[in-house]
């Protein structure tokens, strides 16, 4: 099984690879770069196709050193993106992102490779949104486009129609939407691939503050990099002298609120609700 989903996956490489090109004559594919199983398994399946791509690590702030480390030890082609911004001063100036208001994937993340094709390790397992993508999909913000399907077909690739993409709009090709977890960890096996040394005490490979992260993996991250948690209340204490910290008292207790994935009035009747136990 795992066999057959590597060869579509290759050939979905190969059919894309002209487009690829013609798009950045360069580089090829444009390849989103985590460092997780995930890009992993698509950096070695563009190997395996012999196609043209460059990998890129985007640079928040608040990357793990681990992940920093294995890039730059197993993966030294990868080309780090640095941002005019860094998450902190995001928050700074935004306040703490929110799982309905996550800022920082789409000012860190989600913005780069504009006019390319744009390979990723999205997966339809992780999540619901994520199960109604489709392998090839033209990302577009521009108005005309708005309300239209995106969608298209491997055949699509071979046609003139994605030469209208310009500006901000690119292709988004998913070489393993359909593979499962054990699908990935199995295809790093046969390349012989070491796997993030993060994935020993973690799930998942990401940023230490991420909004959708569990509040016990964020203070795992508190606890083993104090420096980060002294940064990040420090940027939201510059946000909440100008913003009045959601109402609460002190950024501790807005970064401890925000653990929660609470609403605000929930939280601050977390003491009131809570039974007295004899």
């Known amino acids: 099984m795992l066999e057959k989903k590597i060869a579509e996956s290759l050939d979905l490489l190969s059919k894309a690879e002209e487009t690829a090109l013609r798009m950045n004559p360069k ?31 985007s640079v928040t ?16 082609d990868v080309k780090f993106i640095h941002h005019k911004k860094n998450f902190f001063q995001l928050v700074e100036e935004k306040g703490l992102p929110t799982i309905t208001r996550r800022y920082c994937c789409e000012r860190l993340k989600e913005h ?25 999909e033209v990302f577009s913000r521009r108005k ?19 030469q209208c993409i310009k500006g901000q709009d690119k292709i988004m090709i998913r070489p ?26 973690h799930r998942r490979v990401g940023c230490m503050f991420c909004p959708f992260a569990p509040k016990y993996e964020i203070e795992y991250f508190e606890k083993v990099y104090p420096g980060y948690r002294r940064r990040l209340l420090l940027a939201i204490e510059r946000w909440g002298k100008k913003n009045g910290y959601y109402g609460l008292s002190s950024a501790e207790e807005v970064l401890q609120w925000w653990k929660t994935k609470q609403s605000i009035a929930d ?5 009131i609700a809570s039974p007295l136990i004899d």
């Open 112 to 136: 780069f490779g504009a006019g390319q094709c744009v390979l990723t390790g999205v997966r339809a397992e992780e999540s619901k949104k994520r199960s109604s993508y489709a392998a090839i």
């Open 144 to 162: 005309e486009h708005q309300g239209q399907s995106h969608k298209r077909d491997e055949d699509w690739l071979t046609q003139e129609e994605h």
């Open 61 to 76: 702030g608040i990357d793990t050193p681990e992940t920093i480390r294995f890039i730059q030890e197993n993966y030294p």
């Open 27 to 57: 580089d090829g594919f444009f390849l989103g770069f985590s460092g997780g199983k995930d890009s992993q398994a698509v950096y070695h399946l563009c190997k395996l196709a012999g196609v043209a791509f460059q990998p890129y690590y």
């Open 176 to 201: 393993i939407l359909n593979w499962k977890t054990e699908d990935v960890f199995q295809f790093l096996i046969f390349v012989g691939a070491k796997v993030n040394p993060t994935y020993a005490k």
């Open 267 to 271: 939280f601050k009747m977390r003491d």
